[in-house]
């Protein structure tokens, strides 16, 4: 029997595969989920209950929390990145870590064909099938639901034909949940006018009374929260915990697809936004005027080509180089005050905090020139604006 690798969730398209790939078409299947951080134990041990009854050979879940914090997280922070300004990637960056790592899986198992169970109406299939074209170029890709463009009706038509009469009610609500944030999915994100209602987030608001925190942040990493020192998966996983009970975070984010059409989802992700906007606030005391400036423009980039599928893209290294070596002076803590729905950063401390310069101090006086030298550095400054204006009447 030839051996395939499948990317598997334990929804009803990837279970349809499991039984479809063993029952007709002859394949020795091995499940494989990939934990960024919505998995809980339980659901683990369910998914290879479910994969094992459907004739999976093997089940396996790889554990790449701290590799999808390493590998693209990280960068993410560095970056600031939130694509069109609201949604911090939470999906999109996870899909491409759990495309690798199964792709690796594959390679290792020498497998001779490896699949997902992605529908041809979205980004996942762009993200997954270009990441097995590069790492596992030698292995065929299979993709039942979309080849066969499957109805959800026709999948539980064919597992009920193969004794498999579980309950396959579509949720309300299609949650995704990560180490970055959760999406959230449902009949109000297939429109342009309604929102969520509240029911719908998975964290509820809980607490009332405002919350002062402080976020410790070493070369641009969160390693402290409260002075409690962590590894920056710890902070981040403490502070959602923390911040998810005021409900904060949430949004609704509309995008151009990789398939060239508009798409719309909520979201919520405490810890991502709340970390972002404290990291930025700090490099705004640390960085220069342009290590900003270009850092700006070089994490847009990056944050694109991860949402398009070109994590494996050569230049995405070059980006995180440069990310990695603006961070060296971006350490320091951040204070910040969360009240229900919103935060507010109040201020940083920071031994390269430039704020703390003995030259002058904005607005109110200086040591550093005098009153003839401002006036000859305007002039200057002016003279291409001056000639311009003066050259075109």
Not at 28 to 36: G, W
Not at 138 to 158: G, V
Request: aromatic share 10%.
């Amino acid at each position: 029997m030839k051996k395939l690798i499948l990317a598997y969730s334990g929804g009803l398209d990837t279970s349809y595969c499991v039984k479809y790939f063993t029952a007709e078409m002859g394949y020795e299947v091995h499940a494989v989920s990939v934990n960024t951080g919505g998995f809980t134990d339980q659901e683990i041990a369910n998914n290879k209950e479910k994969a094992l009854a459907l004739g999976a050979t093997s089940y396996t879940n790889i554990d790449a929390i701290a590799t999808f914090y390493d590998t693209v997280v990280k960068y993410l922070i560095f970056g600031n990145v939130l694509k069109n300004n609201s949604y911090p990637l939470s999906v999109s960056a996870e899909r491409i870590v759990q495309a690798i790592e199964i792709a690796k899986f594959a390679k290792a198992q020498n497998a001779d064909a490896i699949a997902h169970g992605s529908t041809g109406a979205g980004n996942d299939q762009v993200r997954f099938d270009m990441t097995f074209q590069t790492i596992v170029p030698e292995l065929e890709i299979i993709t039942p639901i979309r080849d066969q463009t499957l109805s959800r009706k026709q999948e539980i038509d064919y597992l009920q034909s193969h004794g498999i009469s579980w309950s396959w009610e579509k949720a309300q609500y299609s949650i995704n949940q990560g180490l970055w944030g959760t999406s959230v999915g449902g009949a109000q994100t297939l429109t342009s006018h309604q929102t969520l209602p509240e029911d719908a987030y998975p964290s509820q608001l809980e607490a009332s009374d405002s919350q002062t925190l402080k976020i410790g942040f070493t070369q641009g990493e969160p390693t402290s929260l409260n002075g409690k020192q962590g590894s920056p998966v710890e902070i981040i996983e403490q502070l959602e915990d923390i911040a998810s009970k005021y409900a904060i975070g949430r949004g609704m984010h509309v995008g151009d697809t990789i398939i060239g059409i508009k798409g719309r989802v909520g979201f919520e992700a405490a810890a991502p936004i709340i970390i972002l906007e404290a990291h930025r606030t700090l490099e705004k005391h640390t960085l220069s005027k342009w290590q900003l400036q270009h850092k700006e423009n070089i994490a847009l980039w990056y944050g694109t080509h991860l949402h398009e599928g070109l994590y494996l893209e050569p230049v995405m290294r070059d980006f995180e180089a440069f990310l990695q070596s603006s961070q060296n002076t971006v350490t320091g803590e951040v204070e910040v005050v969360l009240h229900p729905y919103r935060f507010e950063v109040v201020g940083i401390t920071s031994d390269y905090d430039l704020m703390q310069s003995k030259v002058a101090s904005y607005g109110e006086e200086n040591q550093g020139w005098t009153a003839a030298e401002a006036k000859g550095f305007i002039k200057i400054l002016g003279n291409q604006s001056r000639i311009i204006a003066n050259q075109n009447k």
